[in-house]
């Protein structure tokens, strides 16, 4: 049995080299992923919970651990590549005013590009006679974002902020009032988040009637 366990390893190890897949989102709101694993299950637009089948099944659907008939690793690697657009320079609210540098009249928008690589998925599977147990670790959301601006300019239409005045926007600062001209702080911003998740599962046969799963982080009382 040990010798199967480590032929599957291997086997595993050969696919994940194999199997890198490649996706682009425009937006950060897109940074998380729900799909189903694996690629059969991708291949199929995500309906393979009636299939279930392999060693993805232990997060796709517990019950289908009992189709394999051998000890199964299945790893996925993926590179996550973000694309996010925002207002890096120029004028808002109206022209420049041509004072220093508000030169630039109207908005300009600023691309930035993100990129992780890392294991998405990774699941093993081991049955038994009349029963199985997996384990997985799924990647849903790998982030990551550098942006730097200039800060845009505006005028202060809105008055100004002095304590605790309330001032609609666009308002400024009290140091803009001399020109009726303030701008948003340059920033730079380091984006990172990283959600995942781990567990584990069971299945059972019990002589004729229909498969259960079995969840060991359950129990009853």
């Known amino acids: 049995m040990a010798l199967t366990v480590v032929r599957a390893t291997l086997v595993g190890l050969l696919c994940l080299t194999e199997a890198a897949a490649f996706a682009q989102n425009t937006e950060d709101q897109n940074a998380f992923d729900f799909s189903l694993p694996g690629a059969r299950g991708r291949g199929i637009g995500g309906t393979f919970v009636a299939i279930a089948d392999d060693a993805t099944a232990v997060y796709s659907n517990p019950a289908g651990l009992m189709q394999p008939f051998r000890p199964e690793v299945s790893i996925e690697l993926r590179h996550w590549n973000f694309t996010s657009q925002m207002p890096t320079r120029g004028h808002a609210f109206g022209p420049a005013t041509r004072v220093g540098a508000d030169t630039i009249d109207g908005l300009v928008d600023g691309r930035f590009r993100g990129d992780a690589t890392g294991v998405s998925f990774a699941s093993f599977v081991y049955p038994g006679d009349g029963w199985a147990i997996g384990v997985f670790r799924h990647q849903l959301s790998r982030y990551r974002m550098n942006r730097q601006i200039e800060g845009p300019y505006f005028h202060c239409t809105g008055g100004f902020r002095v304590g605790n005045t309330v001032a609609d ?53």
């Open 169 to 221: 926007p666009p308002f400024c600062e009290p140091n803009a009032r001399g020109d009726g001209i303030d701008r948003e702080f340059p920033k730079q911003q380091s984006l990172a988040l990283d959600i995942d998740s781990t567990g584990g599962d069971g299945a059972k046969s019990c002589g004729d009637t229909p498969l259960r799963s079995i969840h060991p982080s359950s129990s009853r009382r």
